[in-house]
């Protein structure tokens, strides 16, 4: 089974990422500058799509096996 994303939301410090198998991921936001800088219309910009999250906007990808593996700052293929 291909784990995806199905919601994205933030707080002050952390992006939570609600995924296909009902669990939620608490990511911080210093693994991602580009997010972390960002104003929060710009961080409502994400498309969810089958390999992960994309901010076109921001120049940002992120996939969701490398945010289950705990790599930060890594860009979605």
Do not use: K, Y
Request: hydrophobic fraction near 50%; charged fraction near 20%.
């Amino acid at each position: 089974m291909t784990i995806s994303a199905t919601d994205v939301r933030f707080d002050e410090a952390t992006m939570w990422v609600s995924l296909s198998d009902g669990r939620i991921l608490g990511v911080p936001l210093t693994w991602f500058p580009r997010l972390l800088n960002a104003q929060p219309e710009a961080l409502g910009g994400v498309e969810i799509t089958p390999f992960g999250l994309h901010w076109e906007a921001l120049d940002e990808d992120i996939s969701v096996p490398a945010l289950l593996a705990g790599q930060g700052g890594v860009e979605a293929a």
